[in-house]
């Protein structure tokens, strides 16, 4: 009798273990949606060389949001798209600050796509993985070119879009 | 949180009153040594509380179920549940509402040597589970990186019906007589799953049953506490009654 009900009761007891190891509602480690990435490269198509830009500030046109808290230098950017629209409209502005006024350039560019929502796992919920991707340049003070590199926008770490200047 | 703290509660107090009735019975037995043998055989039928009461408390969940068992030997019952289930999980990632029927089948293997006069019943048991359910995803959010874009809870596209899951189930719990023929019991169980097949492009995060599913394993846990009546339908007489009957000593441990 004794023995029994003790049985039970460390059954119990581990039991509660159990359910007290709750899961784990942290999404990390997962890729989720991924970033449109963007590289940075000589107008001289024939060098066939990055050109960092100076001072860059990328601006969602809709609410005129800066994403980057400060301008960067740099030769290759990861930028968020929409999830929720079949496109996003970016302002993308080089020597940020600058004494003097006329190097301060804007270009606009039109990233369209075609979404679709993919189930990840418990804790993430859905990711959005982008196709057909498109670009129409709406303005070219300092942006002379694109190239689109891979049209889809998935999980690899690799260049979506060349941008010469 | 809450919910989980309740429950706890519950279950506790139905272990407490349990522990007490056993105690009570021992003491009543040796004092009244009703010589009733353990020797009847027949279908005992209740309810699970713990459905019931979460379905009072929990306003993400409706359950019912149906519990009985039937003696076949001296220490083998036949035993199964039937129930009904649903169940919504809210979270900002994915909510659903899953529901749905299931049968759990199997049998019971008794552990405990009664005094004489007892009933009682610890047990181990081993199930097949069988549900076929609907599961409809509520809401959605798209997980990103970084918030440039606001979080935004989408609408959810389905409602898949015609789920359906296998699994085995082991368990083990007390069934105790409070009353004549009256039995309050809790069962602690460990499930298996075997086959399940999901939605297109999304996961079972319930299955009526089952339970909760997780990302890394086919296992889940659960338990119960339940009531049920006994019916006693006939008697079986052991052989070696006769000869025992006059070295029977009063307390006697039935073998």
């Known amino acids: 009798m004794r023995k029994g009900l003790k049985f039970i009761f460390t059954r119990v007891a581990l039991l509660l273990c159990f359910l007290g190891c709750e899961r784990d509602d942290l999404c990390v480690d997962t890729p989720v949606t991924p970033f449109l990435i963007i590289t940075f490269q000589n107008d001289d198509r024939s060098l066939d060389v990055k050109r960092p830009v100076v001072r860059l500030q990328v601006t969602l046109i809709e609410n005129n949001k800066p994403f980057f808290i400060e301008p960067v230098s740099t030769d290759s950017i990861r930028i968020p798209l929409n999830t929720l629209k079949d496109n996003t409209k970016f302002l993308f502005t080089r020597n940020v600050g600058d004494a003097n006024e006329a190097n301060i350039a804007s270009d606009i560019l039109d990233f369209t796509y075609t979404r679709k929502d993919i189930y990840v796992n418990r804790a993430c919920g859905f990711k959005t993985l982008f196709s057909d991707l498109k670009v129409n340049q709406e303005t070219k003070n300092w942006i002379q070119n694109f190239e689109i590199l891979n049209t889809n926008v998935n999980d690899e770490p690799n260049t979506h879009i060349q941008l010469f200047h | ?255």
């Not at chain 2, 519950?10 to 009733?36: G, M, P, W």
């Not at chain 2, 055989?41 to 379905?55: E, M, N």
């Not at chain 2, 008794?110 to 409809?136: A, C, D, E, P, W």
């Not at chain 2, 007589?177 to 319930?206: A, C, R, T």
């Open chain 2, 1 to 255: 949180m809450t919910n989980l703290i309740r429950t706890y509660n519950c279950f506790i107090s139905v272990f407490l009153l349990i522990c007490i009735s056993l105690q009570a019975q021992v003491q009543d037995t040796i004092v009244n040594s009703t010589k009733r043998r353990n020797d009847t055989y027949g279908l005992r039928v209740g309810l699970d509380l713990k459905k019931i009461t979460q379905t009072v408390f929990d306003d993400y969940y409706r359950g019912f179920e149906i519990v009985g068992d039937y003696r076949l030997t001296k220490k083998l019952y036949l035993a199964a549940e039937l129930g009904t289930e649903e169940k919504s999980i809210v979270d900002n990632s994915t909510s659903t509402t899953t529901s749905g029927g299931y049968l759990k089948a199997g049998v019971d293997i008794n552990v405990h040597k009664n005094l004489i006069g007892m009933r009682n019943l610890i047990f181990v048991g081993f199930r097949y589970g069988f549900t076929t359910f609907s599961q409809k995803l509520d809401r959605f959010s798209i997980a990103a990186e970084n918030s440039f874009f606001p979080s935004q809870q989408i609408p959810g596209s389905f409602d898949q019906k015609g789920l359906t899951a296998h699994w085995i189930e082991f368990l083990a719990g007390l069934k105790v007589e409070v009353l004549d023929n009256l039995f309050l019991g809790f069962s602690v169980s460990v499930q298996n799953k075997i086959i399940e097949n999901k939605p297109e492009g999304f996961d079972n995060l319930y299955i009526p049953g089952f339970g909760t599913t997780n990302d890394f394993s086919d296992f889940s846990a659960g338990f119960n506490y339940f009531i049920s009546y006994y019916i006693p339908l006939y008697k079986k007489k052991p052989k070696k009654a006769k000869e025992k009957k006059d070295s029977e000593p009063k307390i006697d441990l039935e073998k």
